[in-house]
């Protein structure tokens, strides 16, 4: 069995050996090096040629954005982030996720050490899925991107549609390239994305900035509006439901469902039941299976159902185990999907 072969990149020789102990323990994982600091690492990327890179955020000589920026440019390969739980934090390791980094692990600002201990599993399952991931060039970022939106949804000023999204790794920039072409008079849109608490609001705000529809991290009770997203926060579940004539969403904390919370299922088997044949389901690029199951019951209650394509996926885990289920409708790549959302919930309007 060929193993995945893992470069360690972090400033602390603490956490180097317990990263290197952690990842050791799995029999398909081999360490093959340890790197200070980027300019090490750099040469050890060369010689070393390793199926996957850690990467922490804050280092000497080269901060990580930098190295992680010249390394997708130069040499484009998996790299798993390690990052705090700080606001400046959150801001990096997102704008590392633009960079092409396939996921992160979140550390704490103190004892961090036995915190990297208590995430042993989360670190090794992320590493493993990103040996498999589909790495893409960092897209250009020097000049604002001017996206030029589909055509008018020209929907009425109502709630009756909802489209509804779930993913995970690969997420972040896939979400952005789904929302980015959306006319500002789109259904109403709920998503979730599993992202550690207090990094969803810095989401929803970076994709509000970039986006005509309106995106803001979900709060108990908002209503599903034309022209606005609802990004699930981290740490809690959302619902969507009726509420008279309109549709708003439930935030509650509730237990992990498929090991995640906010989880795909959850959102999307709310939408079977209340929302029915007025929905689109979406499920997008992600590791395990969070959300196949929720697509095919909205798929049985009259839902229409896309998922993303396997080529186009970073990782084509969730979308994989809805298509097996036969819960999507459309199999389409990502640049397609937006266009396929708004005809078929025009469609559901005519029905």
């Not at 040629?49 to 040499?75: I, N, S």
């Amino acid at each position: 069995m060929m193993k995945t072969k893992v470069l360690i990149v972090d400033d602390s020789a603490v956490v180097r050996q317990l990263l290197t102990e952690i990842l050791s323990r799995d029999p398909a994982i081999e360490v093959v090096g340890t790197a200070s600091d980027p300019l090490v690492a750099r040469e050890k990327v060369l010689r070393l040629q390793p199926d996957v890179l850690t990467l922490d955020v804050e280092m000497p000589r080269m901060d990580g954005l930098t190295f992680l920026e010249k390394l997708m440019r130069a040499h484009p390969m998996p790299v798993v982030m390690i990052s705090s739980l700080t606001e400046r934090g959150q801001d990096t390791t997102l704008r590392a996720l633009e960079l092409g980094a396939v996921d992160f692990v979140t550390k704490p600002k103190v004892d961090v050490a036995e915190g990297t201990v208590q995430l042993a599993g989360e670190i090794v399952e992320k590493v493993k899925a990103a040996a498999g991931a589909r790495v893409k060039r960092p897209r250009e970022l020097a000049t604002p991107r001017v996206q030029k939106p589909l055509a008018s949804a020209a929907l009425a000023r109502s709630t009756h549609q909802v489209i509804a999204v779930g993913a995970s790794t690969g997420g972040t920039e896939a979400l952005r390239e789904f929302l980015e072409p959306l006319p500002a008079d789109s259904p109403g849109i709920v998503i979730v994305q599993h992202m550690p608490e207090k990094f969803t609001r810095s989401f929803a705000e970076r994709l509000d900035s970039l986006c005509s529809v309106r995106v803001k991290e979900a709060e108990d009770g908002d209503r599903i509006l034309p022209g606005h997203a609802l990004v699930a926060a981290g740490n809690y579940h959302v619902e969507a439901f009726r509420s008279g004539a309109e549709y708003r969403v439930r935030v509650f904390s509730g237990e992990p469902v498929n090991r995640h919370r906010p989880s795909v299922d959850v959102l999307f088997h709310s939408c079977a039941k209340h929302i029915g044949g007025n929905a689109v389901g979406v499920i997008l690029t992600g590791m395990g299976a969070d959300g196949a199951r929720g697509l095919l019951e909205m798929q049985h209650a009259g839902a229409r159902t896309i998922a993303q394509d396997e080529a186009s996926c970073v990782v084509f885990g969730m979308p994989r185990e809805a298509i097996a289920l036969g819960a999507a409708d459309e199999i389409l790549p990502l640049r397609d999907i937006p266009a396929a959302a708004l005809r078929l919930a025009a469609n559901l309007q005519r029905a």
